[in-house]
């Protein structure tokens, strides 16, 4: 395969994001977009075209018909009128007649509009200065390895972190988390890792540990990992304001932290209460905030998930005065229609609001730099500091870090979740687009919480998604505080739970050799169907996945069904699986199915020509367990077929992955 012809265009003058780490000459001519004065550029669509991209932020696969922004948001409430999440991805493919792909590199808000005020015509607008580049090829993976050779190829976490993540918010101390361990071993159902939410600090202190609740960290952390399980804690972007804490004294008196105008503290609310946004985008502060990681990795933790780096903001001091000051001016009043909604807004608008980031500046080389104009690089900056930090304090070996903001070029350092999706079935279809998006512009770590975030499961939700979920390699159940309880055990149906959770561990190596050759080679896990077939059909199936080349995934997202319809580019076998050992399976032929999936089955589909290799699990209760060298296989047919197996040579760090790789032949 040879680089695509990669055209560089500026516009403007950028604020360098670190996306980039391949030298492209500039041209003064850009094909297929028009460039405006103000810079906003312009293309007509044909009527067949699809748009893919944007990472994992709201709608569908085909991008076409929505108005999107990058802007880096926290936003909770993840419906389809939304126009942002918490990751900006730059990346988009043009599938048409016309078949390129574009990465618009800036730190700052765009507005693309991709066929939402004409459906016939894209026009893609940024605040700032950017950086384009644009790319054509003959297939749509060729499009996204142009990605992967200008941005460099994504991060490959150790092999436990492709096991089972258990998380909750409201997991409070030691005994919590061992009853949580212990019905999962008890029921023989694999656990890896077990997350920590906000209620393991001290008064959600980053990098502090409550003394009451957990009275020897690392001695816990010792007890868990004897038994293979890893605790993954959140790290939370804002620092809160306490004078007695060394942590945030230390950030005053070095002054990294981001300022209002008059260089004063920005004192923002966030869970702590009075906080202030370390500066991520001076690379002093961002190595200090970075060097605090140690207070965990000392206690032996080896993964982390940072929040709440969008930034988030619940309000910010100055406006919190604002609006009590107002507020009292309602007191004694007849209020009307008008006024009451007025005064009602005056709390309800405080939260996340834009305007925040017009507020407070960063400090960069000396210069002064507004919140917006860096706002989607500000938690990706975060966790560069933190996987920086990590490989300085542990040198010989590969942590798992995952970020809820993101823009690319995080991908080389991390991994990214979804955010706080809802138990909702339209959110388990979603999540099969959001994996497709996420891996496109190289976050190949991600995933969903499984189950959904906030609101009610229910057990056929969980088992549903599930069967999608033992897919993703992130692979986490997380809930809200006060939701209805949603670990695997809480619904009855232990075992077609245990079953679909069996399937997970057994399908292990497959999963990670999958993973690591779209690492290896700028690919992808998860691909929608027209990136591997031709035909026109293909080019509509957004709620079927390939993974890797040989394998597709068709999950049930609707509740009460019994089976779904699902498309056949060209014949394959058909395993519906309840188990690793209890399936069943028939040879279909390419065309429209109804095939019927009762709850506790997962339909896996293979094509001639490929293998989907399966390791032993009786016994396992998590990947350490799971033994590579012994694996069968589940076949098409008779005849011989290869396979490229990765083995994760261990958590040590200098790992060049392809010495890993090995054929079998089943
Ligand atoms: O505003 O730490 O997305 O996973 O459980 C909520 C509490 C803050 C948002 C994260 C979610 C996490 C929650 N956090």
């Given at each position: 395969m040879t680089d695509p012809n990669i055209r560089k265009f500026t516009f403007g003058k950028p604020f360098p994001t670190?996306?980039?780490?391949r030298d492209v000459p500039e041209t003064a001519h850009l094909p297929y977009l028009t460039v405006s004065e103000d810079g906003s550029l312009s293309m007509s669509l044909a009527p067949e075209t699809i748009l893919y991209g944007?990472?994992?932020?709201?709608?569908?696969?085909?991008?076409?018909g929505w108005l999107y922004e990058s802007a880096n948001r926290d936003d909770s409430q993840h419906t389809e009128e939304k126009h942002a999440l918490y990751g900006s991805h730059n990346f988009l493919i043009v599938d048409g007649p016309a078949r390129f792909a574009l990465f618009l590199d800036t730190p700052g808000w765009v507005v693309w509009d991709l066929g939402y005020t004409d459906s016939d015509r894209i026009s893609i607008t940024a605040d700032d200065g950017f950086t384009l580049y644009l790319w054509e090829a003959e297939t749509l993976p060729e499009l996204v390895r142009g990605l992967r050779v200008l941005t460099g190829a994504p991060y490959v976490p150790p092999l436990w972190a492709f096991g089972f993540n258990q998380s909750r918010w409201g997991y409070r101390d030691e005994n919590d988390l061992r009853e949580v361990i212990r019905r999962y071993r008890e029921l023989d159902m694999p656990l890896d890792m077990v997350s920590l939410d906000l209620d393991y600090m001290e008064g959600c202190r980053d990098f502090t540990v409550s003394r009451e609740r957990f009275p020897d960290f690392a001695d816990f952390n010792r007890e868990l990992a004897g038994e293979g399980i890893h605790m993954v804690p959140i790290v939370d972007a804002a620092l809160k304001a306490d004078e007695a804490w060394p942590v945030y004294r230390e950030c005053l008196e070095k002054g990294f932290f981001c300022r209002k105008e008059d260089g004063s503290p920005f004192f923002v609310g966030v869970w702590p209460g009075k906080c202030v946004l370390p500066d991520f985008a001076d690379p002093e502060a961002a190595a200090w905030f970075g060097r605090q990681y140690r207070a965990l990795t000392d206690a032996g933790v080896r993964g982390f998930w940072n929040d709440m780096?969008?930034?988030?903001?619940?309000?910010s001091e100055d406006c919190l005065r604002e609006v009590f000051e107002k507020i009292r001016t309602f007191q004694d009043r007849d209020l009307d229609l008008d006024s009451f909604f007025e005064m009602r807004n005056l709390f309800g608008s405080?939260?996340?609001?834009?305007?925040y980031l017009r507020d407070y500046f960063h400090t960069v080389g000396g210069e002064r730099i507004r919140g917006d104009k860096l706002r989607n690089i500000y938690g990706t900056r975060m966790t560069e500091a933190a996987a920086k930090a990590l490989k300085e304090q542990l040198p010989d070996e590969r942590v798992l870090l995952f970020s809820r903001s993101s823009y690319i070029g995080l991908h080389r350092s991390a991994g990214i979740w979804y955010g706080d999706n809802r138990s909702w079935w339209s959110h388990l279809k979603w999540n099969v687009a959001q994996a497709a998006a996420a891996g496109m512009s190289g976050f190949l770590y991600s995933g969903a919480d499984i189950g959904g975030f906030g609101g009610d499961a229910t057990g056929d939700l969980a088992l549903r998604w599930l069967a999608f979920g033992i897919f993703s390699p992130l692979f986490r159940n997380h809930s809200i505080r006060g939701s209805r309880p949603q670990e695997f055990w809480r619904f009855g149906r232990e075992e077609a739970f245990r079953g679909v959770l069996k399937l997970r561990y057994a399908l292990l190596p497959f999963i990670y050799s999958e993973f690591v050759k779209a690492a290896l080679s700028g690919g992808m896990y998860f691909l929608p169907l027209s990136f591997v077939f031709s035909d026109a059909r293909s080019r509509r199936v957004e709620d079927q996945l390939m993974i890797g080349e040989g394998v597709m995934t068709a999950p049930v997202c609707e509740q009460n069904a019994d089976g779904r319809f699902v498309y056949l580019p060209e014949p394959m076998r058909l395993f519906r699986m309840r188990s690793p050992k209890d399936f069943d399976t028939e040879l279909l032929p390419a065309g429209d199915h109804f095939l019927s999936c009762t709850l506790n089955e997962v339909l896996v589909f293979l094509r001639k020509g490929y293998c989907l290799p399966l390791a032993e699990t009786?016994?396992?209760?998590?990947?350490?367990?799971?033994?590579?060298s012994r694996l069968s296989a589940l076949k098409y047919d008779e005849a011989p077929v290869s396979y490229t197996l990765y083995d994760d040579?261990?958590?040590?760090?200098?790992?060049?992955?392809?010495?890993?790789g090995r054929t079998l032949v089943f």
């Open positions: 670190g996306a980039v780490i944007l990472g994992p932020t709201v709608r569908g696969l085909n991008k076409r780096n969008e930034p988030a903001i619940f309000y405080l939260s996340h609001r834009d305007a009786d016994g396992v209760r998590n990947s350490r367990d799971v033994d590579f040579g261990g958590v040590r760090s200098e790992l060049s992955l392809e010495k890993y």
